[in-house]
């Protein structure tokens, strides 16, 4: 479906007031990647590592709050 020209030019309130806050401050992008970085971008972790991380677990009950016979 092809639009017109004049949808085709359209953008939302929304776009506009992301379009004019990225220009006001240009630092935020840097931000985000930086919050990103934080959050989700790990560094891999080797086989070893990950045996390592399985092993040291420690097992949980099925039932927490239950105590111990």
């Known amino acids: ?4 020209k004049q949808h085709q030019l359209y953008e939302s309130d ?35 590592e990950q045996d390592r991380t399985s092993d040291s677990r420690v097992k949980q009950q099925a039932y927490v709050y239950q105590n111990k016979l």
């Open 14 to 48: 929304h776009t506009l007031f992301i379009k004019a806050l990225k220009a006001a401050n240009p630092a935020i992008e840097e931000g985000q990647r930086e919050g990103r970085a934080l959050l989700w971008d790990k560094a891999p972790i080797t086989l070893t």
């Open 1 to 4: 479906m092809k639009l017109t």
